[in-house]
């Protein structure tokens, strides 16, 4: 797991897996009794006719065919929408009760979260960002770092502030 995985993952949670409960939100049998018993794992899934069953569909299909699972794209949202970041940053810093500045600092930001926030991991988390620019050169790259970072999560589901992506 790289970096940016790990910044994600403590900012989001598992919201991501939220969007798949482990136990089914409804379930429909099959009217006739017999065959395997079809769950919805989302309010918004069509139930599913179970499959190898030929003449028996499961309510609410048109055919014997599965219907096709919605496509999920990897996103961090949850079923009550975008993680707000800055929401969730600064819980992270009240909860260290010290002050840190993760708005304008990735040294902050990543502290915030548990982090360590060395030399050698940022220019790791510089690397999987693209930073193009000299590693050596801490202050450019931190301003780097901390913008880039904010646009990927706000790319991958996040709710950022638009002043923080400017």
Do not use: C
């Amino acid at each position: 797991m790289g970096i940016f995985d790990k910044i994600k993952d403590a900012i989001f949670g598992h919201h991501d897996k939220a969007a798949a409960p482990a136990s089914p939100t409804g379930t429909t049998i099959n009217p006739t009794g017999t065959g395997p018993v079809v769950a919805s794992t989302a309010p918004s899934a069509t139930p599913v006719a179970p499959t190898g069953t030929a003449g028996t569909a499961t309510a609410g299909t048109t055919s014997g065919t599965p219907a096709a699972a919605p496509s999920q794209a990897p996103s961090a949202t949850s079923a009550s929408g975008p993680v707000d970041v800055a929401a969730m940053l600064d819980k992270a810093v009240a909860a260290k009760g010290q002050k840190l500045d993760w708005r304008h600092s990735i040294v902050d930001l990543m502290k915030a979260l548990g982090m360590e926030a060395s030399l050698s991991e940022r220019k790791e988390l510089a690397q999987e960002l693209h930073y193009t620019g000299d590693a050596n050169d801490s202050g450019k790259m931190n301003m780097f770092l901390h913008k880039a970072l904010l646009q990927k999560l706000s790319e991958n589901g996040g709710k950022v502030p638009a002043e923080l992506l400017d």
